[in-house]
């Protein structure tokens, strides 16, 4: 069965900084990652996407990397601002469930001080 | 139009109330789902329809009860629910079941509380 954890649960930084969010997979066998940010008591928002044939996905001041070898992925923001304070969840699209279900993290949540 | 609306925002019910929860989409999405979110917990998926079938029930309590009248809605029913019921609830539709590359689009949620 597939598990999905997110390291840190939280993270509270400076702005400017930049940081890297972890999330790992147990079971390479996905067809893409996806990185989505929920605000509280608000939907998700999708961020990146990556197909299990892609390294890298950007979108301006985000990247996401995957490593599906090591069930790895990282996104990385730049420049980090109090807006981007929310919490990140890192879902996984498993081979084993047709493509139909969506395996998530615990998320973690992320707070940026002015 | 890449959005997904969910009414109500917010819904406070007692126990004996019957309640309805709706999603729209028009995106030409043939897959829909509905999720539950606990606070500070990942979502949990309950109920996915392709093609305005349900193609998937999670073990979710009959007093939950979907509905897809066509490709653009998707309703849940509530009836006789618990207090422990009281969550997020996500609506989330995309455009192909089983494609490499589905994806997912969430509404905001309607916020549930059960007295």
């Known amino acids: 069965k597939q598990e999905v954890t997110q390291i840190p649960a939280a993270l509270s930084v400076p702005e400017g900084e930049n940081l890297v969010l972890n999330c790992s997979f147990t079971d390479s066998a996905i067809y893409n990652l996806q990185w989505f940010r929920q605000d509280p008591g608000k939907g998700l928002t999708s961020l990146l996407l990556i197909q299990s044939s892609q390294r890298e996905q950007t979108s301006g001041r985000l990247n996401a990397s995957l490593d599906k070898s090591s069930g790895r992925s990282t996104l990385y923001i730049a420049a980090s601002q109090p807006g981007d304070s929310a919490t990140y969840l890192c879902a996984v699209r498993p081979v084993e469930t047709s493509g139909s279900r969506l395996t998530f993290g615990e998320g973690t949540q992320l707070t940026v001080n002015p | 139009d890449t959005e997904v609306t969910q009414t109500p925002k917010h819904l406070v019910m007692g126990m004996t109330n019957k309640k309805s929860l709706k999603c729209e989409q028009h995106?030409?999405?043939?897959?829909m789902y509905w999720y539950k979110q606990k606070a500070k917990k990942p979502p949990e998926l309950m109920f996915v329809?392709?093609?305005?079938?349900?193609?998937i029930n999670e073990s979710v309590p009959s007093r939950f009860s979907p509905e897809c009248p066509n490709s653009s809605l998707l309703n849940l029913h509530l009836h006789a629910l618990q207090p422990e019921d009281s969550a997020l609830y996500l609506c989330?539709?995309?455009?192909?079941?089983?494609?490499?590359?589905?994806?997912?689009?969430f509404g905001p949620g309607t916020r549930l509380l059960v007295l």
């Open positions: 989330a539709s995309g455009p192909n079941l089983q494609g490499r590359r589905e994806t997912q689009y």
């Open positions: 329809y392709s093609y305005e079938k349900l193609s």
């Open positions: 995106m030409g999405h043939r897959a």
